[in-house]
């Protein structure tokens, strides 16, 4: 199977370099950016950068992994011309298929793997779970024997599941690193180690995946510590942000106690 | 070294096990229920269990260590008699040591384990750091000497530090657990595999510790991503607490990225 990546940002990066490590066939690199094209295809043997959206007089591939930001894809998918019966898939968690369905002759579909990349850090595609989902079965089938390449986790999924995979990732991910940011500034106003809360962070994700979090909850909103909620809260008065921050969080987690009858059950 | 453990729950419990392999001489564990103190003594040869207050007229240690409820503190601290001489110290991240104080005739202080315990998990005690403060020379000595028996990370900090640790660690970790159980929910709503984020989640994590939590930022908040938000608000529209907490979270991720310069940086 040939497949070409369109973009050359961190997904692109880590699709070729993943892509090349399962010995499939990357004939081509786009960019807007031509230097950067360049950069990434030069990481693959035979394989031409181009800037160019008439993908037709282009070397080809029976996949085009869209791989850009979101914001770029409504204009890509305006300019660019693929090659009849081409499978075309975009890889984003947020956008629907329908996006592409404009794209003639195309077979569209979406190929949205679970992860976080920069270029810089080595990732494990194995351990990736890729959600595929196709608007035709030739589509679903071809990104489904991509991903099984790649990764051992492939989900077929519809963009309504899709969405709501994306919001839980931005409480799992996206929320808790800002609340480490938190943390971490706490620590230094403090003029403590910011390693000081790793091996306790590490354990409690390793504890929030053995176990459902809400029943492994601790902590002074879980154990109604009253005083020390308070002394908390007047702790963070010079900084009415994360002041508030404590604030919701606490209810939230009293509201979740309140309601879940497993809650009693643990200390 | 003798260490008397108070106590017979998940710190206790680990303390016993950490101290043993690092071969301290535990000679009495106390706990206000006999049977869970006879149960714990009775993973160590010659330990003795006892749910008598008086310790004057039991085994005796140097070191007094009390691994009890926050909660249970001031009660033990009003009935319990020690040894003239000994060194007594709560293992409370959210206790002052002056809680202590009208302890007669000993040195109190503070040795506190930066770390959630329960009893089923292996621990590695090396990798925890321990903050250790001493209301005399003495104090401080020995338990600054016991916290390296144990780990490999031994700070001297005071009360007012380790209140400021102790408010980062709920928002490290209490408050990202919480995050944690959200998404999961919403994950089963979804009818989606709970452990679809596991990798996102722990990629995430590691980048939290390698760089700035603030300055690796991403998601749609991140971005402004106007859309997105949106379209996530209106999906949690059935859940208004969490459609509350995406909101609150979501403002406080664009407050740090307008005031902090360096967000400019990262994509």
Same mark, same amino acid.
């Given at each position: 199977m040939k497949v070409a990546i369109i973009g050359a940002g961190n997904v692109a990066t880590h699709l070729v370099k993943g892509l090349r490590e399962a010995g499939i066939d990357i004939p081509l690199v786009y960019s807007r950016t031509p230097a950067s094209a360049q950069i990434l295809a030069?990481?693959?043997?035979?394989a031409q950068a181009t800037d160019?959206?008439?993908?037709?007089?282009?070397?080809?591939?029976q996949v085009y992994l869209l791989a850009i930001p979101d914001g770029a894809l409504p204009k890509l998918v305006e300019n660019a011309v693929f090659p009849a019966g081409a499978v075309v898939a975009h890889t /984003?968690? &947020?956008?629907?298929?329908?996006?592409?369905? /404009?794209? &003639?002759v195309v077979e569209t579909g979406v190929f949205y793997p679970v992860q976080t990349f920069s270029k810089e850090k080595e990732l494990d595609w194995s351990r990736i779970p890729i959600c595929v989902e196709g608007a035709s079965p030739k589509a679903e089938e071809a990104l489904l024997t991509l991903g099984k390449v790649l990764s051992e986790q492939v989900v077929l999924m519809n963009g309504r599941a899709r969405k709501q995979l994306h919001v839980a990732a931005v409480f799992a991910c996206n929320f808790t690193n800002h609340l480490w940011g938190v943390a971490q500034e706490l620590l230094q106003k403090a003029e403590?180690?910011?390693?000081?809360?790793e091996p306790l962070v590490l354990e409690t994700v390793q504890k929030a995946f053995q176990f459902p979090p809400f029943t492994v909850q601790t902590g002074p909103a879980r154990r109604g510590d009253t005083n020390t909620l308070q002394a908390h809260l007047q702790l963070l008065q010079t900084q009415p942000p994360y002041q508030h921050l404590y604030q919701v969080l606490t209810e939230s987690i009293q509201r979740v106690a309140e309601n879940e009858p497993f809650f009693g059950k643990q200390a």
């Open positions: 030069g990481q693959v043997p035979g160019t959206t008439d993908f037709r007089i282009l070397p080809t591939a /984003s968690g &947020a956008q629907p298929m329908e996006l592409l369905a /404009s794209l &003639a403590l180690p910011v390693n000081l809360l």
